[in-house]
Each structure stands twice: as C-alpha cells, then as structure tokens.
C-alpha cells in the first residue's frame, strides 16, 4: 500500500498544473483610434464655404434684379405720368373776357408751361386757334379770334420760341365747346386752342430745374 507521504509531491504538481491550466488568456489588445483625415475635412469645409458663397452670390443678383426691375417700373411709372401731364399742359385752352385779346393771367401761367415744353423740345411746332362767342358778325369775329391766336403767339415769341414754330389761325364763332346761348357758354367759347402740327411724337420731359 502507497503511503500519502509518498503521494504528496505528486498531487502538489497535480493541483499546480491544474492552476497553472485554468489562467485567464490574455486581453485583446485595444482597437486603434481612428485616424483624423484633415484634408478630407478641409475639403468639405472649403466645398460648403464655396456653396455658401454660391448661394449669397445668387440672393444678391436676385436682389439686385428684382432692385433693377422696380427702377425701371418707376421710370416709366414716372415718364407716363409726365407724357401725361405734358400732354394735358400743351392742349390746355386759355380764354378771354368778352370782345378782348389781353391774356389774362391765367392765360400767362398757362402759356409759361407750354414754354417749357416748347424750350425742352425744339422740333415741337404748334397751331394756335382763336375762337369767339356767338355774339358778333362772322367777319369781326374772325378777326377777333386771330388777334386771340396772334397774342398767344406774340407772348410765346416774345420768350424765346421762333415765329416758324407756331402757326395761327381764327375760327371765329364756327366751332363752339359750349352749345349754350348765355354767359356760361359763352365764356367757354372765347379761347384759344393749342394743336401740335410737327414733333409730337417723341416728345421729352422738361429737366429739373
């Protein structure tokens, strides 16, 4: 019979072979940090940055163009209304008082404004005709309306427009605005009429003064 004495170094190996068998392996080494490219991320800043810039380029040619578009409506906002008001102060009438051709003040003011245009616009011509009332022979009132037509003229000649831009003529009591028979009508019917004969068709505002 095998003494334990015998048997103890032997189980002594056993059991540190045993141990030495169950030691954990050992950790797996960790995974390495990933590698930062920064061209790659240079690149994508700069690529955003250009399309940023892109962008504020084309929001800037849109403002621009919508700036430009507006301008250009208010300018021909702005000549319509002039053509208008041009064309409204050169056919103005102006008018008499009863067996007269001494203009009035307001006939005055009315031919200041036609100078204006006349002075902005060198090829406009004009015809001038001088109308009557009813009241009177044929023969005194046309006689009458072109002494009418001739003091419009005379005043506009007198302030700087030729004598070959202007022509006159007298109407006499032959074509009434008014077909009334009483002072009313009749004070409609004592004028001048302005006609442009010659250079209507492109014509231009008056500068700023």
């Given at each position: 019979m095998i003494r334990i004495s015998r048997l103890a170094p032997f189980?002594?190996?056993l059991v540190i072979g045993a141990a030495c068998s169950k030691t954990p392996p050992p950790a797996a080494a960790p995974a390495p940090a990933p590698v930062i490219n920064q061209d790659s991320i240079n690149a994508a800043n700069a690529a955003r940055a250009r399309a940023d810039s892109i962008a504020r380029a084309d929001a800037a040619r849109r403002d621009?163009?919508?700036r430009a578009r507006?301008?250009?409506d208010r300018l021909?906002?702005?000549r319509s209304g002039a053509m208008a008001a041009m064309r409204n102060t050169r056919a103005q009438a102006i008018?008499?008082?009863?067996d007269s051709d001494v203009l009035s003040d307001d006939a005055r003011a009315k031919l200041d404004a036609k100078l204006v245009i006349m002075t902005a616009n060198p090829a406009l011509r004009l015809r001038i005709a001088g109308s009557t009332d009813e009241r009177g022979s044929d023969e005194y009132n046309l006689a009458l309306g072109q002494r009418r037509a001739a003091a419009a003229k005379r005043y506009l000649a007198q302030h700087g427009i030729a004598d070959e831009r202007i022509d006159v003529i007298s109407l006499g009591e032959e074509r009434p605005t008014s077909q009334g028979h009483d002072e009313s009508a009749?004070?409609?019917n004592r004028r001048d009429e302005?006609?442009?004969?010659?250079?209507?068709?492109?014509?231009?505002?008056?500068?700023?003064?």
């Open positions: 189980a002594v190996a621009a163009d919508a507006a301008d250009a021909a906002a702005e008018y008499f008082e009863y009749w004070t409609q302005f006609e442009i004969t010659a250079g209507g068709d492109q014509l231009m505002p008056p500068r700023p003064r």
